[in-house]
């Protein structure tokens, strides 16, 4: 693949617009849609979200927890829906959260940003272990989103902690991923995971030169505004992300077009 994934990014959004539609399983979900709590209902939920979701968003972002929960099954259902999201032109964020050290991360990289049937074009990682046990994925040629400050209210403790330095553990993780991004363009292939709720003064992002993975925007309350305080008017490659908020008008995959469509006026406005 000549195209790094930041050049890939900024194209899809420039065609696409910039919403991150995740395909999240949740048993509520699946329940909502008349569909059981089985494989059976996970795999028809989820190839008839991607199915809409991913000829119409830049990216599509499947939750990998709620896939494992159902094994091997789940699993095959994740690879068919890595696929179809591919062949029909999104880029796949495959949401795992993994961080970990030595051969363990190489085999996380290896699993999730390899080619192969698990093979995605960017995943979520955790740096707590320390950013520079992140090597191999930020090293697979693909993308990368690292959490640095998230919308989740326990994350704060950790996250706004100060250094020796006086920067915060998410503003060191942030100049950590612009380090990886020094002399990319349009893009950088390292992005970061910073909630579209958290106080704009918390973060310096102006020197990070690659995407902003944005958790919150719908039904976890963040709105446009929300969004342009945070992250200013300016600030290219940020990826509003919401899965509950389209995906609650499913099963009809008329009206989970007409959502997406919806969403993504409001974030045109």
């Known amino acids: 693949m000549s195209e790094r994934f930041g050049q890939r990014l900024a194209a899809a959004?420039?065609?696409?617009?910039?919403?991150?539609a995740g395909v999240d399983p949740h048993p509520g979900l699946l329940a909502d849609w008349g569909l059981p709590a089985d494989a059976s209902g996970l795999e028809r939920f989820a190839l008839t979200a991607t199915e809409v979701l991913a000829e119409r968003v830049a990216v599509v972002k499947p939750q990998s927890a709620f896939f494992e929960a159902y094994g091997s099954a789940g699993i095959a259902v994740l690879e068919?829906?890595?696929?179809?999201?591919?062949?029909?032109?999104?880029?796949?964020?495959?949401?795992?959260?993994?961080?970990?050290i030595g051969s363990t991360m190489a085999a996380y990289a290896a699993a999730y940003l390899a080619e192969g049937t698990l093979g995605a074009d960017a995943v979520t990682v955790s740096p707590y272990l320390g950013?520079?046990?992140?090597?191999?994925?930020?090293?697979?040629?693909?993308?990368?989103?690292?959490?640095?400050?998230?919308?989740?209210?326990e994350g704060a403790a950790v996250q706004t902690a100060r250094l020796a330095d006086g920067r915060t553990v998410a503003q060191s993780i942030v100049d950590a991923a612009a380090e990886r991004n020094a002399g990319a363009a349009?893009?950088?292939?390292v992005g970061v995971v910073v909630g579209a709720t958290v106080d704009p003064a918390e973060l310096d992002l102006g020197g990070l030169g690659g995407p902003v993975l944005a958790p919150g925007f719908g039904a976890q309350g963040a709105t446009v505004a929300d969004l342009r305080r945070v992250f200013g008017p300016g600030l290219p490659g940020v990826l509003p992300a919401s899965s509950r908020e389209i995906l609650r008008h499913g099963p009809d995959p008329v009206a989970l077009r007409d959502a997406v469509r919806r969403t993504q006026g409001i974030l045109e406005t």
């Open 80 to 100: 068919r829906v890595v696929a179809l999201a591919r062949q029909a032109g999104a880029l796949v964020l495959l949401d795992v959260k993994r961080g970990d």
């Open 186 to 189: 349009p893009l950088g292939d």
């Open 13 to 20: 959004v420039a065609a696409r617009g910039p919403l991150c």
């Open 131 to 153: 950013f520079g046990a992140l090597t191999p994925a930020l090293e697979a040629g693909k993308g990368v989103f690292v959490l640095a400050r998230t919308s989740n209210p």
